[in-house]
């Protein structure tokens, strides 16, 4: 595979540890600073996969008045099927964004064809059906 042109580029991530995760959407890192932070986790399933206390993370700061928190946890490093380490993203809000960017970069081409529309999040199977009240 030739690797090509990212779809999608990051502010720079801190790195840190993962110290703890609690409360789905809650982590504490301690960055290399020793300081130690919690940070917003977008992705509430278990992350069994990615989520080893000591682990090594990387955050986004984006200090904001409109957020409860100035980190975002964008990453963790785990084995991949060959045993060595890698990045994975864990920020499930993330997902539609890159396949997007992917379509649109036609990286997808070979796999999907040509695409006409791209409609994020739309409802799949039976439609819900509006009866109205006899008038």
């Not at 993370?57 to 904001?64: G, I, K, N, T, Y």
């Not at 992917?102 to 791209?118: F, M, Q, S, Y």
Request: hydrophobic share 40%; charged share 20%.
């Amino acid at each position: 595979m030739m690797a090509g042109k990212p779809v999608l580029t990051f502010p720079q991530l801190q790195e840190g540890v993962l110290i703890r995760r609690y409360k789905r959407f809650l982590a504490d890192i301690q960055l290399a600073s020793g300081e130690i932070v919690t940070a917003h986790c977008a992705n509430t399933g278990p992350m069994t996969g990615v989520l080893h206390q000591g682990g090594r993370v990387r955050l986004r700061h984006a200090p904001s008045p409109s957020r409860k928190l100035d980190w975002s946890w964008e990453q963790a490093e785990t084995k991949n099927t060959n045993g060595a380490m890698c990045w994975v993203g864990v920020n499930t809000s993330l997902a539609n964004k890159l396949v997007r960017l992917a379509i649109e970069a036609n990286h997808l081409k070979a796999e999907l064809g040509d695409i006409e529309t791209i409609r994020p999040e739309v409802v799949y199977g039976l439609s819900l059906i509006h009866i109205s009240e006899p008038t």
